[in-house]
């Protein structure tokens, strides 16, 4: 069973919404530092979001106002919600677990904006 799955991806247009989610398995998943980073074809992999252990958010300069990451520890999951969405965020979107010494990566979900 892999750690960590995304779900959520799929096609939308310019303005619109997408909610991703990751489900985590296998890991103590309240003391991991949850992230969401994105890669378009041929660019590097960029980091979209990070929410801490204890809650504290930081965005990506290009997301801020747009997206907002939360996490609930009852169910292991972590979400992006999406708003606003624009062509440049198409991407596979890749959910990150980290902590001291360890960073696990989910499979990636496709994000497509376009008319």
């Known amino acids: 069973q892999v750690p960590l799955v995304e779900s959520g991806g799929g096609l939308v247009q310019p303005g619109g919404s997408l909610r991703l989610s990751c489900a985590a398995s296998?890991?103590?998943?309240?003391?991991?530092?949850m992230a969401w980073y994105r890669q378009a074809p041929g660019n590097a992999r960029e980091l979209v979001a990070v929410?801490?252990?204890?809650?504290?958010?930081n965005y990506a300069d290009s997301v801020k106002g747009r997206f907002t990451i939360s996490r609930d520890n009852a169910k292991n999951t972590v979400y992006p919600q999406m708003n606003s969405l624009k062509p440049e965020d198409t991407a596979v979107y890749l959910c990150?677990?980290?902590?001291?010494?360890?960073?696990?990566w989910g499979q990636g979900t496709q994000v497509t904006v376009s008319s």
């Open positions: 929410i801490t252990s204890g809650g504290s958010t």
């Open positions: 296998r890991i103590t998943f309240n003391i991991y530092n």
């Open positions: 990150n677990a980290n902590r001291i010494g360890r960073s696990i």
